[in-house]
């Protein structure tokens, strides 16, 4: 499958963006959600199990050599990780329900061999121009597997779990033709400076991996553009997020910068957690395929939302203020944001989107919010800490005003969306089998 071509917006935003690698995370709890105990990786001698290092394996083809925008990224990790999730769940007796399928093992079968077949598979598909280097990759992970049946037998597994992926994944609208309709009246969005670039609309027609439709939980759409809400909104982005603003703090600052990152600090969380909790290969497996299909789909539905209301960015809306009708609004026709617009409208925000859903995802698994983590960027500088996965969906919702590039009501909105997609989850899939 072909990646989404890249656009002088990525050429930009990949300048400014930031490293997130994600470090030191503590966590100090034991229960890790549904009922399940913290249970210890079986082979001590491997710093990482199979899971964690196909992920990074999966990282390495999604962002640093394919270099897919986030809202790409998610339709990938989703595939690689639901595929790799059935096929550790179908190992060790489908303790929960599978995602797709459950493929049938018999006798005693390798579990970091159904992994690696799994993961080389689904990217294998979605990168074929990087094959060459994916089976290098492959080989070298199943020559750490002793040879006999139960390696073949995990081949089998991981080849029919990403089987069933593939063949779920068909035609299912990645990569569409669609394009933002570029709007001339007051509140439609249109191209912004300095790429003017239009960008990622078939992602909000994906078919999605969990939710029946990408329009399941459509909002009442951005607030009038004479109401007080929408002067409210325009005048705090308009004050501190400004690339001259006055009032916003060094710490916002970074902020901005810290959460405005395509590489996605998400990712590397979620790999932090499962090593420093000493997650079993299931518990691993599980917990990503859960964060990860969790974010794929409130990406689809924000982007859904975002074909619905087409809602001007803060630059347009600043710049061309004089139109709104809105008498507590005043136009600044050189106004420029912090951040490099995204190519997209702004109702609802993506990232808060994701953000939620990624975090809500990573509290029900552990049963717990108050796990703390902290992520450096090499971009600002800075190491931002967090204590809890609530405060982390907090500050990317101040962040992103802060950075100019979304008002707090489509902020709020899409974290309300990726709950949403997270709460549904929850309650029909990855539930432990009674």
């Known amino acids: 499958?072909?990646?989404?071509?890249?656009?002088?917006?990525?050429?930009?935003?990949?300048?400014?963006?930031?490293?997130?690698?994600?470090?030191?995370?503590?966590?100090?709890?034991?229960?890790?959600?549904?009922?399940?105990?913290?249970?210890?990786?079986?082979?001590?001698?491997?710093?990482?199990?199979?899971?964690?290092?196909?992920?990074?394996?999966?990282?390495?083809?999604?962002?640093?050599?394919?270099?897919?925008?986030?809202?790409?990224?998610?339709?990938?990790?989703?595939?690689?990780?639901?595929?790799?999730?059935?096929?550790?769940?179908?190992?060790?007796?489908?303790p929960y329900q599978p995602y797709l399928t459950a493929p049938a093992v018999k006798g005693n079968t390798s579990t970091d061999a159904a992994v690696a077949t799994a993961a080389f598979r689904v990217l294998n598909e979605l990168f074929p121009a990087q094959q060459a280097r994916l089976k290098t990759q492959y080989d070298e992970s199943l020559a750490e597997i002793p040879d006999g049946p139960a390696k073949r037998r995990g081949i089998t597994v991981g080849d029919q779990a990403a089987s069933a992926m593939i063949a779920a994944r068909k035609n299912d609208g990645a990569f569409g033709s669609q394009t933002w309709p570029v709007g001339t009246q007051p509140g439609q969005w249109r191209?912004?400076?300095?790429?003017?670039?239009?960008?990622?609309?078939?992602?909000?027609?994906?078919?999605?991996?969990?939710?029946?439709?990408?329009?399941m939980f459509r909002t009442s759409g951005p607030p009038a553009l004479?109401?007080?809400?929408?002067?409210?909104?325009?005048?705090?982005?308009?004050?501190?997020?400004s690339v001259t603003s006055t009032v916003r703090t060094v710490d916002q600052t970074q902020a901005a910068i810290w959460w405005h990152d395509r590489h996605l600090a998400e990712?590397?969380?979620?790999?932090?957690?499962?090593?420093?909790?000493?997650?079993?290969?299931?518990?691993?497996?599980?917990?990503?395929?859960?964060?990860?299909?969790?974010?794929?789909?409130?990406?689809?539905?924000?982007?859904?939302?975002?074909?619905?209301w087409t809602f001007w960015?803060?630059?347009?809306?600043?710049?061309?203020?004089?139109?709104?009708?809105?008498?507590?609004?005043?136009?600044?026709?050189?106004?420029?944001?912090?951040?490099?617009?995204?190519?997209?409208?702004?109702?609802?925000?993506?990232?808060?989107?994701?953000?939620?859903?990624?975090?809500?995802?990573?509290?029900?698994?552990?049963?717990?919010?108050?796990?703390?983590?902290?992520?450096?960027?090499?971009?600002?500088g800075t190491t931002r800490h967090f204590s809890s996965f609530s405060q982390a969906v907090d500050e990317v919702i101040n962040a992103r005003i802060w950075g100019g590039i979304h008002t707090r009501t489509a902020d709020i909105q899409g974290a309300k969306i990726g709950r949403q997609v997270t709460d549904y989850m929850v309650t029909r899939y990855f539930k432990p089998k009674r």
């Not at 809202?71 to 990780?81: C, D, E, G, L």
């Not at 400076?193 to 439709?213: C, E, H, R």
Request: charged share 15%.
């Open 1 to 94: 499958m072909p990646k989404s071509p890249n656009t002088g917006w990525t050429a930009v935003v990949r300048r400014k963006a930031v490293w997130l690698a994600v470090a030191g995370v503590v966590v100090a709890g034991v229960p890790v959600g549904s009922g399940t105990s913290v249970a210890y990786a079986s082979d001590s001698k491997k710093a990482d199990n199979a899971v964690i290092v196909w992920d990074r394996n999966a990282q390495t083809a999604i962002w640093d050599i394919a270099g897919q925008q986030p809202q790409v990224q998610a339709r990938s990790f989703a595939m690689v990780h639901g595929a790799v999730y059935d096929a550790v769940n179908a190992i060790a007796g489908t």
């Open 226 to 241: 004479t109401s007080s809400q929408y002067a409210r909104d325009f005048n705090e982005v308009k004050t501190i997020g």
């Open 313 to 380: 960015r803060p630059v347009t809306a600043i710049q061309l203020a004089d139109t709104d009708g809105n008498p507590e609004t005043v136009a600044d026709p050189t106004w420029m944001p912090l951040l490099v617009t995204p190519p997209h409208p702004d109702f609802t925000s993506g990232h808060t989107c994701f953000t939620a859903a990624s975090m809500s995802a990573l509290r029900n698994f552990f049963g717990r919010d108050d796990i703390p983590f902290s992520g450096y960027s090499a971009d600002s």
């Open 267 to 308: 990712w590397e969380i979620k790999r932090q957690l499962a090593t420093t909790q000493r997650l079993n290969a299931l518990q691993t497996s599980r917990m990503f395929a859960m964060v990860d299909l969790a974010e794929a789909d409130a990406t689809i539905a924000c982007y859904n939302e975002k074909a619905a």
């Open 191 to 215: 191209p912004t400076p300095p790429t003017m670039a239009n960008d990622g609309a078939w992602v909000g027609y994906l078919k999605p991996f969990l939710i029946p439709s990408a329009s």
